[in-house]
């Protein structure tokens, strides 16, 4: 078998098997033969070259992140910066869109799970996002079967057997075009050591199915091009920059042209809504457009302005597409992405179908179709699906307002959108508080958490798919109203919230929980767990930056050293 040997140990003859690791790399994680196929030596060599060569650089974006918190948290705004005024009023494109993604009108995503890789890329929709981020749970088990799946999915082989259903999943002639994003710049692999540190979980993400899937890729889904990918969580062009090195060293490693591997960048931070022309203009070889990241920029909100008490926001159902803030950010995106000849994406509908209650399933794909005919009318060139079943209205509102054209990059200009100003970008949102709000915020939370500590990134929670992103907004919130003592004043009561309060109000949404799931799932599963992580984020005297950063202490399980290396 490729990339890992067994061997036998007198004078016991018991068998043991190990990957084949290159100098300076280790492997934690259980082994597994189809796992060893990905861990090859070779890749772990692109992996731990990329490590190498970017770790200093990675380690200084994370810094100046640190920085602008530090401003931000002293009363600084973020802005545009004079320094690249130059960047943004200069008359440059990116490079034109590959054939194989000009159309890219809907497009769903998920995590790089088996069955859930067939049935986003048999769905209708134009492109399949697969996601080793915010949807997935970052087991080494998670991760080392996404890759695999991956890989098969790219071959073309890939199947699944049903045995509970009795049915088997195949992939159809015609498939939708593959992305796939990695983890962000933050997020460590703790379960692959380079140089004694753990690996960067982006770069493995990356490095891994880069090496596999490259050659195959551009026969198969990219028509001389690719691969494709998302890249989430920026905050600054300098982030981007590196991304890019990234690229053309893995490029050069495969021996194909520059500007061959091509991605679309999430703009979900506050910070870099003032970076989007900087940011093309790195990728400006490699780019495929700007996309609205927009559960994710709610929570980015919060935490760039969570020593702003001036700055609180209402109940995180009320913080939509509506709010001057956020439809700023979007018309932005639209008329940078179009000037830059780049798509420039929609945000997820994340409804997922009703199917016990016609008359509420019907009411949910409305607010889909009016969102997505708001956003195709402002100019957006596609939009993201959480579900398979909202596929087929989404296609109707953007056929009905694109017609034949693949895109609207050269029909809508937005030229309106060059007066929006950093005012309009920061715009306090309007609306109320409630102690509903707090109790959603808490009962998503716990519950989002509690899946995730069990291997699961994507959850059905309320008819809605919610993923880290929600959960965050949930955790924020909850943290910036207790901090603060705010009022809630969408009740007519004038509830202050109150760590008393609050702790109440978790202990009977936990007892809710448990009526709405029954006594023995919530026995079975980590919901005590969740409740005390998420509990000692909302409450903590200082916020994390990232929930997952502190849950994911509880899914790395490290194997014996020997098992690793041979």
């Known amino acids: 078998m490729v990339g890992f040997e067994s061997f036998v140990e007198a004078p016991s003859k018991e068998v043991k098997v190990g990957y084949d690791v290159p100098e300076g790399v280790d492997i934690r994680g259980r082994f597994d033969p189809d796992f060893a196929r990905i861990l090859s030596k070779d890749a772990l060599q692109f992996v731990a070259g990329l490590q190498r060569e970017f770790r200093g650089h990675i380690r200084y974006a994370m810094e100046c992140r640190k920085e602008a918190k530090m401003r931000y948290n002293n009363g600084a705004l973020p802005g545009f910066d004079p320094a690249t005024k130059y960047v943004r009023e200069g008359e440059w494109v990116c490079a034109a869109p590959p054939p194989a993604v000009a159309d890219r009108r809907v497009e769903i995503t998920g995590p790089v799970e088996r069955k859930m890789i067939i049935n986003a890329l048999n769905s209708g929709a134009k492109v399949f996002m697969a996601d ?86 551009r026969k198969t889904q990219g028509q001389g091009f690719g691969p494709f990918f998302y890249l989430p969580k920026m905050e600054h062009s300098r982030e981007a920059r590196i991304w890019n090195s990234v690229f053309e060293r893995a490029e050069k490693m495969a021996g194909i042209e520059k500007g061959s591997i091509r991605a679309t960048v999430l703009i979900e931070t506050l910070p870099a809504v003032f970076q989007m022309d900087e940011i093309l203009y790195e990728l400006r070889d490699h780019s495929v457009g700007l996309n609205c990241g927009r559960w994710d920029y709610i929570f980015s909100y919060v935490k760039t302005f969570q020593a702003h008490p001036d700055r609180l926001l209402p109940d995180r159902v009320l913080v939509g597409m ?215 984020q909302c409450t903590a005297a200082v916020l994390d930056d990232f929930l997952t950063l502190d849950a994911y202490n509880h899914i790395v399980i490290h194997h014996p050293k020997g098992s690793s290396r041979l």
């Open 132 to 217: 080793f981020e915010d949807a997935l749970s970052p087991s080494w088990e998670n991760l080392m079967r996404g890759q695999v799946n991956l890989r098969d999915a790219v071959n073309g082989t890939i199947s699944f057997h049903d045995k509970a259903r009795n049915r088997v999943y195949k992939l159809n002639e015609q498939t939708a075009k593959l992305f796939v994003r990695p983890r962000g710049w933050h997020l460590p692999e703790a379960h692959i050591f380079i140089d004694g540190e753990p690996a960067t979980g982006c770069l493995v993400d990356f490095g891994l199915y880069f090496f596999h899937n490259w050659s195959a890729f």
């Open 322 to 536: 509506t709010q001057h803030f956020m439809r700023s950010y979007s018309d932005l995106l639209i008329r940078t992405c179009h000037r830059r000849g780049v798509h420039a994406m929609g945000g997820m509908a994340a409804q997922i179908p009703i199917r016990d209650d016609s008359k509420a399933n019907e009411a949910a794909l409305d607010l889909v179709r009016k969102d997505k005919l708001r956003e195709v009318r402002a100019g957006h060139d596609g939009t993201w699906a959480a579900h398979p079943g909202l596929i087929p209205a989404i296609m109707e509102v953007f056929n009905d307002n694109m017609g034949n054209k693949a895109n609207q990059i050269q029909s809508v200009k937005r030229e309106d959108a060059a007066n929006l100003t950093e005012g309009d970008l920061l715009q306090i949102p309007r609306g109320v508080r409630t102690m509903d709000g707090l109790r959603l915020n808490t009962r998503v939370g716990i519950q989002y958490v509690a899946a995730w500590l069990t291997g699961t990134g994507s959850v059905p929670l309320y008819n809605l798919m919610e993923d880290a992103a929600t959960a965050e907004i949930s955790r924020v919130q909850n943290w910036q109203w207790l901090k603060y003592g705010v009022e809630l004043d969408g009740d007519g009561l004038g509830v202050k919230v109150t760590r008393d309060l609050f702790g109440r109000v978790v202990e009977e949404e936990m007892a809710r929980i448990e009526r709405e799931i029954g006594k023995d799932k919530f026995q079975k599963g980590m919901y005590k767990e969740a409740c005390k992580i998420f509990t000692r």
